[in-house]
């Protein structure tokens, strides 16, 4: 017997379910929404996403001379 998400009449049934809970409004955002998610969480882990603010200050403390004071 065929069973599991491999048989496209479950995934059919599945989908259908899904649009009647959240309504075809919803579900762009819903994708929009878990796209956005997943690409941060890619960036976080492989480290190629844009420094963040703290660490670009600290840097740039780190790369003055320890004699010079910085004006404020």
Known sequence: ML???ENPFHLLILLTVVLLLFGAKRLPDMGRSLGRGMR???EAI???GPPE???AAERAEEALPAGRAVDA
């Open 3 to 5: 069973s599991g998400l």
């Open 40 to 42: 941060e969480f890619k």
């Open 46 to 48: 492989t480290g190629n």
């Open 53 to 55: 603010p703290a660490m």
